[in-house]
Nanobody, 128 residues
């Protein structure tokens, strides 16, 4: 059973930076696609970024709302995935979730239902 544990959330000012981390255990990390999703109060869960498995070339995808500001990366030696967030805006305030799955096709990367495993989330708050 794959388990995900997020960390690194917190309070940051508008324009600031923050890195959230996802520790992955219990599975074959190199075969997993890992994504970040977020959910703000009263809003639907939203895709943020994803990084494909090592065997798929670790290709990276971002939502338009964070492209150029956020960077996803993975450390295959440590079974970790990171989301470096820069130029943060108040509208980035949300609970950020790490998700993972195997065999996710490209067209489903943006869909939360394609990911079998989820973390508990970490709160990111950007103050104006």
């Amino acid at each position: 059973q794959v388990q995900l544990l997020e960390s690194g959330g917190g309070l940051v000012q508008d324009g600031g930076s923050l890195r959230v981390s996802c520790a992955v255990s219990g599975g074959t990390f190199n075969s997993l696609t890992v994504g970040w999703f977020r959910q703000a109060p009263g809003k639907e869960r939203e895709f943020v970024a994803a990084i494909r498995s090592r065997s798929s070339g670790s290709r990276i995808y971002y939502s338009d709302s964070v492209k150029g500001r956020f960077t996803i990366s993975r450390d295959n030696a440590k079974n970790m995935v990171y989301l470096q967030m820069s130029s943060l805006k108040p509208e980035d305030t949300a609970v950020y979730y790490c998700a993972a799955g195997q065999g996710i096709i490209l067209s489903s990367l943006w869909t939360g239902g394609a990911y079998a495993y989820w973390g508990q989330g970490t709160q990111v708050t950007v103050s104006s």
